[in-house]
């Protein structure tokens, strides 16, 4: 079972750079999400979808876009990436709203911005 | 915006010894989960409480929900080495999930 699919694993960039960080999940699952974890900070909120065509802003969504054009798939773009977005990005989905249902996470991706 | 606080940051524990991991809010709470995260991976989701007064078990670790208290323990019984990774514990936020710093737990052996 894939579960969710995150690419690539690691990508260094260098300040003013974008990139989309790719996140695919096989579960039917209709709710998705993009979190960022720094060190002493934990888990931090980017933006959630609750289904194809809807999306809303998390806790620190500045410089970050999202999409959801389809059930399976929840891209994260960095427009023009900055030394503070060096992290390590998780994506995550759930059955339905988290308030029933627990989160599958990916295996993130760790971003350097230099 | 609910925040959680999980104590201690970090524990280092002998092989065998009993070990409790907190979790408090600062608002109440209407569902507590409980992951666990090894270097360089995702996230695994280990229990999840919905009810005051609720206790789970798997394995080794067992988890309880103070409603009253806004606080959620997580408790390991005689701990082993594939118990070490870093615990987190996340709640409901009104359609997305928050999450506490997490408690980094090594096991020597």
């Known amino acids: 079972n894939a579960g969710v699919t995150q690419t690539p694993k690691f990508q260094v960039l260098k300040t003013g750079q974008s990139m989309t960080l790719q996140c695919a999940q096989d579960m039917n699952h209709e709710y998705m999400s993009w979190y960022r974890q720094d060190p002493g900070m934990g888990l931090r909120l980017i933006h959630y979808s609750v289904g194809a065509g809807i999306t809303d802003q998390g806790e620190v969504p500045n410089g970050y876009n999202v999409s959801r054009s389809t059930t399976e798939d929840f891209p994260l773009r960095l427009l023009s990436a900055a030394p503070s977005q060096t992290s390590v990005y998780f994506c995550?989905?759930?059955?339905?709203?988290?308030?029933?249902?627990?989160?599958?996470f990916g295996n993130g991706t760790r971003l350097t911005v230099t | 915006s609910q925040e959680l606080e999980q104590s201690p940051q970090s524990l280092i524990v002998q092989e065998g010894k009993n070990l409790t991991i907190n979790c408090t809010s600062s608002k109440t709470l209407y569902g507590l989960y409980w992951y666990k995260q090894k270097y360089g991976e995702g996230l695994i989701f280990l229990m999840m409480l919905q009810k005051g007064g609720e206790e789970k078990s798997h394995e080794k670790i067992t988890a309880k929900l103070d409603e009253k208290k806004q606080q959620s323990s997580l408790h390991i019984t005689a701990s082993q080495p594939s118990h070490a990774g870093i615990y987190l514990c996340g709640a409901d936020n009104n359609n997305d999930m928050r999450f506490g710093a997490g408690t980094r737990l090594t096991v020597k052996p």
């Open positions: 995550a989905s759930s059955y339905s709203p988290v308030t029933i249902s627990p989160l599958h």
